[in-house]
């Protein structure tokens, strides 16, 4: 595969596979197989730009679901993309459940334009009968962290203040789900948190949970899968850790609460998630060197008696969940099930 290849792999899948390359710290060089030049200013250049789809928000056109992107803060760029069933039939007692979605990256590429995750949330739509909000946050390292959490509890406030018909007339705020992937999976979590701290200013938006789709999280100390397949997976440990360097604070290791939400110090804000009643799933695979933290993640919401839901399966990669068709299934049957 090309360097392009490999490029475009990463931006579409936030994920590098090479499958004539064996990694190791010394054969990789992360900037060039992820196709990023580090500017002086503390910007990145990003040389092979994700495919992407515009948005179809023509009711004439023979399409299962209608997509449009409207602006939540246009000085911040940041805005979001939503999408409903075609020809969806609601009376208000009847409205169908509202999936916020945060996409993949690293933190730092990709947006719901993104044709991997446009066609991600287009299924999710079909399978599941829901509106969805993609949200476009900021990226780093122009824009650490936490700037991406901060957008994506804007958009939270920007959704339940809207007068858009397509979130007025068919989303039930009362079931509404934080969904992300990858470094959304990571955002979604510590959105969650925050929006758990203040539930009462959230109305009448409701979440009921959170799903997070092979979270990206990390710490200094290598955990068993990460020693054992590392170098070689399908997200390679250099290639993770810069995008750690590049997306937390400045000054900070991967030991920290962004990278790290194992650490202490949640004990009130989870006590507060277990009285709303809300479930945690977490889906995960051996193939990927996220499994431990996330089965850590799990085992410490279980023991702060969290409504906790783990689905790890054998082998596959980072991105299988939303990359494969047949893997996202098993996450839009949770969301079924959780509605």
Known sequence: ????????????????????????STTIDPYQAIGIIYNANGTLTRLYPPAQTPPSPDPTLPTPVLSKDLIIKKWKNTWARIYIPHKVKVSPNSKIPLIVFYHGGGFIFDSPSSTYFHDFCVRLVIYTRSVVVSVNYRLAPEHRLPAAYKDSVEALRWIKASNDPWLTRYADYS??????????????????????????????????????????????KRTPTEVRIGQNATLP?????????????????????????TLQGKDKVLHRIRELG??????????????????????????????????????????????DPSMSIKVFDLVISLH
């Open 1 to 24: 595969m090309s360097l392009g290849g490999v490029a475009t792999a990463l931006f579409s899948l936030c994920l590098i596979y090479v499958s004539t390359v064996a990694y190791s």
């Open 175 to 220: 079931r509404c789900f934080l969904m992300g992937e990858s470094a959304g999976g990571n955002i979604a979590y510590f959105v969650g948190l925050r929006a758990a701290a203040i539930a009462d200013q959230m109305k009448p938006l409701k979440i009921k949970g959170l799903v997070l789709i092979q979270p990206f999280f990390g710490g200094i």
């Open 237 to 261: 440990l250099p290639i993770s850790d810069l995008m750690w360097d590049l997306s937390l604070p400045i000054g900070v290791g991967r030991d920290y609460k962004y990278s790290k939400p």
């Open 278 to 323: 809300w479930t945690i799933a977490v889906f995960g695979c051996e193939g990927d060197t996220l499994v431990d933290r996330e089965k850590e993640l799990v085992e410490m919401l279980k023991d702060k008696r969290v409504h906790t839901v783990g689905q790890f399966y054998p082998g596959g990669r980072h991105g299988i969940f939303a990359g």
